[in-house]
């Protein structure tokens, strides 16, 4: 069992409110994700990193920001939460080489009233 | 760029029959392939993959899949259908010179009794 978390896993929040969805993993990977995910859908990659101080934007573009401040731990936050944020946000890491897996967490499902 | 389409978006089988879950891709480089399984409120656990060793590739909880490269496929199968198995399932390629996965939109399989 990989050893990544999020937290919260569920969260209901009015809109305009500062969110910030948890992610840490402790097998000292260097390159981490987030996907968005809308039911039914495909994983979009919003963002990602390839280690401290590294944040790169991925296919699907996002109002959201990250932060990789410590190797282990990749928030990611919503200034000002939108029913259209509505959906799971999954974080995932990997390590740097070319052919390695991602190791996903349990998921945030976001819902903004 | 690749990219990965799941045929099916839902199969329904009786527990005991088999299991085929169809996945082609494209790709400009030797890729690599992976099967991901998404239990309802759980995270995404990685299935198999397929990194250019054997073209038959076993997984955990017996699923397997083969890689054909003449047919751009990369199905996922099971001998028996387990009710446990009732989940989405997800195919994932990338290109041997980037760390980039793409997810196909997901095959929910149910499982009759």
């Known amino acids: 069992e990989a050893d990544i978390y999020q937290t919260p896993r569920y969260l209901v929040i009015g809109t305009g409110k500062k969110i910030t969805l948890e992610c840490s993993q402790t097998?000292?990977?260097?390159?981490m994700y987030w996907y968005q995910q809308d039911p039914g859908m495909e994983l979009h990659l919003i963002h990602y990193?390839?280690?401290?101080?590294?944040?790169e934007k991925g296919d699907l573009s996002s109002e959201s920001t990250v932060s990789r401040i410590r190797t282990e731990h990749f928030p990611l936050t919503l200034e000002s939460a939108r029913p259209s944020h509505t959906s799971q946000y999954l974080c995932?890491?990997?390590?740097?080489?070319?052919?390695?897996?991602?190791?996903f967490g349990p998921g945030t499902r976001l819902t903004v009233l | 760029a690749q990219s990965v389409t799941q045929l099916d978006s839902h199969v329904s089988v009786s527990e005991g029959t088999p299991v085929l879950l169809r996945c082609n891709y494209s790709?400009?480089?030797?890729?690599?392939l992976f099967w991901y399984v998404q239990h309802p409120n759980k995270g995404l656990q990685l299935l198999l993959k397929?990194?250019?060793?054997?073209?038959l590739v076993k997984g955990i909880n017996g699923f397997e899949a083969e890689f054909k490269k003449s047919e751009t496929s990369f199905h996922l199968t099971k001998p028996s259908a387990h009710m446990s198995d009732a989940a989405e399932y997800f195919c994932?390629?990338?290109?041997?010179?980037?760390?980039?996965?793409?997810f196909g939109a997901g095959t929910r399989l149910t499982v009759k009794p």
């Open positions: 397929y990194t250019s060793a054997a073209t």
């Open positions: 995932a890491s990997s390590e740097p080489r070319g052919r390695d897996t991602q190791y």
């Open positions: 994932v390629v990338r290109d041997y010179n980037n760390n980039d996965m793409r």
């Open positions: 097998m000292g990977h260097d390159k």
């Open positions: 790709s400009s480089y030797s890729p690599s």
């Open positions: 990193s390839y280690g401290v101080n590294s944040t």
